[in-house]
């Protein structure tokens, strides 16, 4: 079962230029360092909320799986939205088992813990984001 909601996916042709919407739009004041995830060919930042926080996608090269999507949505768009799970293997078996479509192998996320995306075909067309919860949390 899922538990927390970690965060809300948006891809976004530039993280900077994101950060300073939520800076000036909505005066968010706390935002991470953005860094590059090259094995995911994405670069990520993030807006800390009090409640959750905002995960800003950048494509990282010309191979990034996020081209397609900002292709259709040249001004960015929500991507998918992340709950935690307790242990992503068990996630994964359990969701297959329950007939959804995951997509590939658990990898390392942008907090360091393991992640597996499950279709969007179903979960009323958005791509859900399962993310094992970090210990120290
Ligand atoms: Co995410």
């Keep these: 079962m ?3 909601m970690n965060h809300i996916g948006i891809a976004v042709p530039s993280i900077e230029a994101a950060m300073e919407t939520y800076r000036t ?4 004041s706390e935002f991470t360092q953005p860094f590059d995830m090259p094995a995911q060919g994405v670069r990520v930042g993030f807006v800390n909320l009090p409640n959750t926080q905002i995960e800003l996608i950048e494509p990282l090269g010309d191979t990034s799986p996020i081209l397609n999507f900002l292709e259709k949505n040249p001004r960015g768009g929500q991507h998918h939205v992340c709950f935690e799970v307790a242990d ?3 996630a994964k078996a359990e969701m297959e088992r329950r007939g959804a479509k995951v997509l590939g192998e658990p990898r390392l996320g942008a907090h360091g813990t393991l992640v597996i995306f499950v279709h969007p075909k179903d979960s009323n067309g958005v791509l859900i984001e399962l993310m094992e919860t970090p210990k120290d949390h």
């Design 88 to 90: 992503i293997h068990e």
């Design 25 to 28: 739009l909505y005066g968010a």
């Design 2 to 4: 899922i538990g927390r």
